[in-house]
Nanobody, 121 residues
Framework: QAQLAESGGGSVQPGGSLTLSCITSSNDFVFGRADMGWYRQAPGKQREMVATFSSGGRIIYDDSVKGRFTISRDNAKEMLYLQMNNLEPADTGVYYC?????????????WGRGTQVTVSS
């Protein structure tokens, strides 16, 4: 069973920084072969992609976070990170870690429980 656990959320003022971490533990997938990503859900809104880091090294950011957020991964430690700088109130939400794998021609997605990020003055 796959387990993903996010940490590092908190409350900061606009312009502040936070670093999120996601630790994975799974017998269902090999971390280094999984596409990883950070997603967030603001109150009353749908969950949206923030940044993804494929197993092949491709990185994609949502336009709203380009130049402010940096996604990284450590395959040896099976960890995913999100460095968030110059935070804005619009960044407020619950941040989720996701792992995506392909097995037997099927896509499997695994989610953590999320960590709250609040940006407010």
């Amino acid at each position: 069973q796959a387990q993903l656990a996010e940490s590092g959320g908190g409350s900061v003022q606009p312009g502040g920084s936070l670093t999120l971490s996601c630790i994975t533990s799974s017998n269902d997938f090999v971390f280094g072969r999984a596409d990883m990503g950070w997603y967030r859900q603001a109150p009353g809104k749908q969950r949206e992609m923030v940044a993804t880091f494929s197993s092949g090294g491709r990185i994609i950011y949502d336009d709203s976070v380009k130049g402010r957020f940096t996604i990284s991964r450590d395959n040896a430690k099976e960890m995913l990170y999100l460095q968030m700088n110059n935070l804005e109130p619009a960044d407020t939400g619950v941040y989720y870690c996701r792992a995506t794998t392909i097995m037997y021609a099927q896509e499997f997605n695994y989610w953590g429980r999320g960590t709250q990020v609040t940006v407010s003055s």
